[in-house]
């Protein structure tokens, strides 16, 4: 551990972290007229850094650009220690909102109330309905686009613009669940389909998993962070944080900090501090951060940080059919969403549910070599006529369940890997539940009956289990491990991401979400936070001064 070195002028509030929740706390904050600092370990993606600008930027998603942080392993970056996923993440300004797909739907009523309704997941310490109001404001920051009307979820707000158009993939794809008899609908998203608030509407260059220069995904370092900066906000780059302090009365003074550029040394006092690193960086910084008051590591006399890691449990089917479906083209997982199987059927064996995505390919380099499901293509005098059958002819049914918070699923430290400033880095015990598998294995088969009612000629399954390892997922989706709840026994923070031992030290980000529900979380994550920052906004003077964290 590193000795604090220069000393910087304090601040109001510190923000660690710049992704989603980053942003947004650091927007509320400074518009409020406090002083901010944030401080992100990674750079900022300047426009010539994308694939776009490269020939080979399908080889590039899968390589120096992957989502995939032990593959990327660029310097800002920290390795993750495991082999029961792959940790997708980004570390720079703008965190993973810089490379995601921008799905953007909501979390149901009964996401909130698992603990009522089955026991096997705790009730959050709100309601879907409390929330409601912070999902419509997040998304007019944001910018959403949609189709009012959807009868799977309760009535909303407004969209910001249209759809950007679905194409003959998500028309052939709604003739499959027209013929079961299923639920389906345009898949909402952060990816605007006409200008809004500056920004150029999408133009369906079928890239989006490397980023979008032009800005029509909601990456947060194009909407939310030059709202953030012209407030007033700092933003630092190439700060990795390496420790929290605290003082003699157990309140958090400030971070510590590697200037990764010069490896010096800083420390940056606050008198509140917001953590916003995900649901694994945000563990590791607390565990880093123990001492002789907080042994285990801050905020963690409980033993609750870092466990119930959740990922979703997830498989893929693709399917080929005759129909030309322009596959390569348009936002990559914004086409149609079944909501269908969503809720608990105590009939089907299982409890909670899952959703059913239908989602485009990438580009012909990716499609040859395996796509999504492995499908690789020949090699040698039938490679021309199974390309021209299979591309741009294909599309993918992404399965994503509610999978059930484990305590043994969790984030520690690793003994063994450090990144290159010598934190430790985490260590990642993950597994599905027996019945998570169940309902994973019940979604397959779902989704191979939508594939047939289309007439699919091929058809391809992905259940992400890897041979000497079991099921080893790609990890977009990093929750839950510092949970928010009603009891300081079962829980980290309280409902405004206050944790209960530390009361001027608060979390904002995916680590907070005591549920996953079976879609994608940033709309979730970007609404809560926005809850959370404007109630710390407007209780500021008491958050910086008290001693004890109230309760929910």
């Known amino acids: ?265 800083h420390f940056q006092s606050a008198d509140v501090i917001v953590v916003a690193c995900n649901g694994i960086g945000t563990p590791r910084l607390l565990l880093n951060s123990s001492s002789g008051r907080f042994p285990q590591g801050l905020a963690n006399s409980n033993d609750m940080v870092g466990r119930h890691l959740m990922h979703h449990g997830l498989a893929m089917v693709e399917a080929w059919t005759d129909q030309p479906l322009e596959s390569h083209k348009g936002p990559h997982s914004i086409a149609i969403l079944s909501e269908e199987f969503a809720e608990t059927d105590p009939a089907r064996g299982f409890i909670n549910g899952f959703t059913m995505q239908a989602v485009r390919a990438n580009g012909a380099a990716y499609q040859a070599v395996g796509s999504h499901s492995g499908n690789v293509a020949p090699w040698g005098p039938d490679h021309h006529a199974w390309f021209r059958r299979h591309f741009g002819h294909v599309f993918g049914v992404f399965l994503m369940g509610d999978d059930l918070p484990l305590a043994e699923n969790r984030v520690t430290l690793s003994d063994t890997l450090t990144d290159e400033d010598g934190i430790p880095a985490p260590k990642i015990a993950y597994r599905l539940h027996p019945n998570d598998r169940a309902m994973m294995d019940f979604a397959i088969e779902r989704a191979k009956d939508l594939a047939r009612a289309v007439d699919a000629f091929d058809i391809k399954v992905n259940d992400y289990r890897v041979p000497g390892k079991g099921y080893a997922p790609p990890a977009w989706h990093l929750l839950g491990t510092c949970r928010m709840g009603s009891d300081p026994g079962d829980s980290v923070t309280n409902q405004w991401g206050q944790t209960w031992e530390v009361p001027n030290l608060y979390i904002m980000d995916g680590s907070l979400l005591p549920t996953g529900a079976a879609i994608n979380p940033t709309s979730t994550i970007g609404a809560v936070a926005l809850r959370s920052a404007t109630h710390l906004r407007d209780n500021f003077m008491e958050a910086r001064t008290t001693t004890k964290t109230p309760g929910s």
């Open 1 to 265: 551990m590193g000795k604090p070195g220069l000393r910087h002028d304090h601040v109001d509030a510190l923000v660690v972290g710049s992704g989603m929740a980053g942003a947004v706390a650091t927007r509320v904050l400074a518009e409020a007229g406090l002083k901010v600092v944030c401080l992100e370990q990674g750079s900022w993606t300047v426009r010539e850094q994308y694939p776009h600008y490269s020939p080979d930027w399908d080889w590039r998603r899968a390589t120096d650009w992957s989502t995939a942080v032990n593959t990327r392993r660029w310097k800002q970056d920290y390795p993750v220690d495991t082999l029961d996923e792959q940790t997708l993440m980004w570390n720079g300004v703008g965190g993973s909102t810089v490379v995601y797909t921008a799905v953007w739907l909501r979390f149901r009523p009964s996401d909130f109330r698992k603990g009522t309704e089955h026991g096997f997941q705790p009730d959050w310490p709100f309601t879907y309905e409390d929330l409601e109001p912070w999902y419509e404001k997040n998304d007019r920051h944001c910018g959403v686009s949609g189709l009012l009307g959807d009868p799977a979820m309760p009535p909303r707000g407004p969209y910001q613009t249209r759809p950007p158009g679905l194409g003959p993939l998500a028309r052939k794809a709604a003739t499959g669940f027209d013929a079961l008899g299923w639920h389906w609908w345009p898949t909402t998203s952060a990816i605007i389909g006409e200008p809004y608030d500056g920004r150029l509407p999408c133009n369906h260059c079928g890239n989006c998993q490397n980023g979008c220069p032009r800005g029509s995904l909601n990456d947060v370092s194009f909407t939310i962070w030059p709202k953030a900066l012209a407030a007033g906000a700092e933003l630092r780059t190439n700060a990795r944080v390496e420790r929290l302090e605290t003082d003699e009365a157990g309140r958090a003074t400030g971070a510590v900090y590697v200037d990764r550029m010069t490896k010096t040394r």
